[in-house]
């Protein structure tokens, strides 16, 4: 039997919480909420399938609370949806930088939420469905592919799910070079809204790591 898919909702206005909680209950999640970064980082996240963060939050953006839960290989691989009334690129940029899944702006439509959340879910559920055993090598490189873990050297480098991902394909089709919409199409699959340049910052973040 599959497990139902559990989700973590921070977000600072409470109607609005409470909205998005019952809404996904509605459509089979089982949902939890937390009114502000601080509040959330204070919970065990390690349960979590998917985090919503609003952006623009009390002390504490979810920018912030992202950018510390990508440093912690506990946490790294957990999706994060980011919910926001900014639209403009450099916000976009900005949370795909941090490892970001998708970004949704304010005001959003319920219909419009449940597909982006059916959308991830399905995207990082399925990257998990590979060989039992199966671990990449390259030199001091190593991923297992079960655990979602890359090591160098033996030391654990916390990779988000798209550069682990990336990095992945890269390592499987070694001598072969992709193209920008290659990537595109083979990583952000089900994407409404991705920017090139989302590659390249990817690839920047992968390179320093």
């Known amino acids: 039997m599959a497990t139902v898919p559990r989700i973590l909702v921070v977000e600072d206005e409470e109607d609005l919480c409470e909205i ?12 939890d909420t937390a009114n502000s970064a601080e509040e959330a980082l204070k919970m065990d996240l390690t349960v979590y399938q998917l985090l919503m963060l609003d952006v623009m939050m009390g002390e504490m953006s979810g920018f912030k609370m992202a950018s510390l839960i990508k440093k912690d290989p506990e946490l790294a691989q957990i999706p994060i949806i980011f919910l926001t009334a ?26 419009q939420v ?26 001091t490189l190593q991923m297992d592919i079960k655990r979602i873990k890359a090591t160098v050297n033996d030391q654990e480098v916390p ?7 990336i990095l992945k394909l890269l390592l499987e089709n070694r001598g072969n070079v992709f193209s920008r919409e290659e990537i595109l199409g083979r990583i952000w699959k089900d994407e409404v809204y991705v920017l090139d340049r989302t590659i390249d910052v990817n690839i920047t973040r992968l390179r320093k790591k």
């Open 20 to 31: 998005l909680k019952f809404n996904l209950e509605m459509e089979g999640y089982e949902v």
């Open 86 to 111: 900014k639209d403009t690129e450099n916000d976009m940029l900005t949370g795909f930088n941090l490892g970001a899944d998708d970004y949704i702006s304010k005001p959003f439509s319920i219909r």
């Open 159 to 165: 990779l988000t799910k798209k550069e682990f991902e």
């Open 114 to 139: 449940a597909a982006r959340v059916k959308a991830v879910l399905r995207r990082t559920s399925g990257s998990k469905e590979t060989s039992e055993n199966e671990i990449l090598v390259y030199e």
